[in-house]
């Protein structure tokens, strides 16, 4: 298994430029995750999925868009880059099962706006 | 609210020496408790995880947490730390709440000292 994967791993937006962070997972979780952190920050959950074709806003969703067509896919979409939103973005999966509570993260997408 | 507080911005550790990171909670039920490390410029890895039962939870890495449910604490430990320990360790809470999520805390950097 792959995990969760993403990408990509480095990117450089201008301000107003939109884009797509892709995550994708193959061990058929249930949800789906996606949280920002800033440096020397936690993190802050942006949205998330409970399966394919059902999202929700988490704690900081202003200037995001996602869906969940799938239950592989989790695309974070950004209109209109603004600076405040340089930051590492990470996607992560979990299982809802016996003893199966905890999230799997990807190794991240680092988000320049300039 | 929930809440999860690591009140150590930083702690540094000679090499050799032992460690314990704090972590406090505030949720009313009893919570799913989790330990994540970051290496830098990396994800998040999870290195233990506590449902029930014992309240001593062995993870990887020669980690260890208990779970003190008077105290509402769930602090890691490790008797000897290695160079390669140097990391960001977060503490996170798993709640139900409309759906199921965690709570994370601000992160422990662990400097070590040779």
């Known amino acids: 298994n792959a995990g969760v994967t993403q990408t990509p791993k480095f990117r450089i937006l201008k301000i107003g430029q939109s884009m797509t962070l892709q995550c994708a997972q193959d061990m058929n979780h249930n949800y789906m995750y996606w949280y920002r952190q800033d440096p020397g920050m936690g993190l802050k959950l942006i949205y998330y999925?409970?399966?394919?074709?059902?999202?929700d806003k988490g704690e900081v969703p202003n200037g995001y868009n996602v869906s969940r067509s799938t239950t592989e896919d989790f695309p974070l979409r950004l209109e209109l880059a603004a600076p405040s939103q340089t930051s590492v973005y990470f996607c992560?999966?979990?299982?809802?099962?016996?003893?199966?509570?905890?999230?799997?993260f990807g190794p991240g997408t680092r988000l320049t706006v300039t | 609210a929930q809440s999860v507080t690591q009140p150590d911005i930083h702690i540094t550790v000679s090499e050799g020496a032992s460690l314990e990171l704090r972590c406090n909670y505030s949720?009313?039920?009893?919570?799913?408790l989790f330990w994540y490390v970051q290496s830098p410029g990396q994800g998040l890895q999870l290195l233990l995880k506590?449902?029930?039962?014992d309240t001593l939870v062995q993870g990887i890495k020669g980690f260890e947490a208990e779970f003190k449910r008077s105290q509402s604490s769930f602090n890691l430990r490790k008797p000897s730390v290695h160079w390669s320990d140097a990391a960001e360790y977060f503490c996170?809470?798993?709640?139900?709440?409309?759906?199921?999520?965690?709570?994370w805390g601000a992160g422990t950097k662990l400097i070590i000292k040779p």
């Open positions: 999925s409970v399966g394919a074709g059902i999202t």
């Open positions: 949720y009313g039920a009893t919570p799913y």
């Open positions: 992560a999966s979990s299982y809802l099962g016996p003893n199966s509570y905890e999230q799997y």
């Open positions: 506590y449902f029930s039962g």
């Open positions: 996170a809470v798993g709640i139900m709440d409309s759906n199921y999520q965690l709570i």
